[in-house]
């Protein structure tokens, strides 16, 4: 519960620096707007730079916090496991390196070489996006969907994230906005991540103490660069178990293109372009942009 009160929702919104027309060609500078929303109308803001290809976070709160930051983000792969740091405790964290936006009308794409792997790690990962129209959509409607996939995200089960205690709480913690989005409003939803190879990506605070034995049925596992990884037969979305030194963590195996599950319908929405950010702020507490 503590968790789900802290984390409830997070939204992302991106917009370029530079004014223009869309095209397929990433300008040097994009920004991107990520508001974390607690209850009520608390939120924290964080902002997401790509600027001379450098992929960063920013954040007034510091990123050692219980609310989802990138730098708790670590990437594993077959050159084997990063080293953990301690939890940022400023307010800057470079998420990536050799970073660009690009986007179409319909579709954008993100693609970065993340800093929180091993330090000869070659791994590039790329996110891709279906853009989807929010004009005249409820602040309500987007809002509600954006809870319940927050912490599909978190928990990575897909039923309790949707379970009836959470509706209740939903609905005792978020005021209901009906204001709608304005014509412009667009939100990115991820489809598919591709890489150039396979990799698992997991939090530092997702320890896991599950006990695997031979009568735990097993998809995958292998090992990489000394470290076994075994990915077990689960829905849930954190299905890969390895240790680091004596503590066993749980991630999820991503592969060179891996599909993302469409679990939140129509709403199911990782990012916002500025239109849509600076519409929900009028009616969240929140700093000027």
Known sequence: MKK??????????????????????????????????YGGNNINVKTYRIDTDTLSEQSPIPLNSTYPSESHKYYFSDKGVPTLNTPATSQNFIWGQQASLTETTTQAILKFKPTNMRENENL??????????LTGVSFANYAENLFYYGLYKSSGDQESAWSVSNHILYAILF?????????????????????????????????ENLTINGSTVLKNQGVWNGTPWQVIDTSNLFNTFFKIGNQQYLGRYIS??????DVASELQCDYLNETATKALLTKYKQVKL
């Open 256 to 261: 060179k293109k891996s599909a993302v599950p």
């Open 175 to 207: 005021q209901q906005f009906e204001d709608k989005f304005p014509t412009g409003s667009t939100c990115w939803k991820l489809t598919e991540v591709q890489s150039n190879k396979d990799f698992i990506v997991f939090d530092q605070n997702q320890i």
């Open 4 to 37: 789900i009160l802290l984390i409830c929702i997070s939204m992302l919104g991106l917009s370029a620096c530079e004014e223009g027309t869309e095209n397929t060609e990433a300008s040097n500078k994009k920004v991107f707007y990520g508001l974390d929303l």
């Open 124 to 133: 590039v990962v790329e996110y891709h996006f279906e853009k989807i129209n």
